[in-house]
């Protein structure tokens, strides 16, 4: 990571605050160790995945691959859990 590539993080970040709030992306994970990003958009196809990508500051530093989800589950997306008084 030099110079150039840090001075682009906040820019980033801002674009990918700016999809989770427009509900584009569900989540967003960084490793540091492994320097792998994991993103889940809500997204018609691979091509708007992709569209999205682009957009970043950082996309010259990428390298993807996009893949489809089956299933998708998490704690937020159920229900809490009911706590009796």
């Not at 906040?10 to 792998?36: C, F, G, W």
């Not at 500051?57 to 390298?63: A, D, E, G, S």
């Not at 996009?66 to 998708?72: D, H, M, P, S, T």
Request: hydrophobic share 40%; net charge negative; glycine share 2%.
């Amino acid at each position: 990571m030099d110079d150039d590539f840090m001075v682009l993080i906040a820019p980033h970040r801002t674009y990918i605050n700016y999809l989770i709030n427009k509900n584009i992306i569900d989540m967003y994970a960084v490793s540091m160790e492994s320097q792998t990003v994991w993103i889940t958009f809500n997204a018609g196809n691979q091509s708007q995945v992709d569209g999205y990508l682009t957009k970043s500051p950082l996309y010259k530093y990428w390298t993807y691959q996009i893949e489809e989800l089956f299933v998708y589950d998490s704690q937020q997306y159920r229900l809490p859990q009911l706590q009796l008084n």
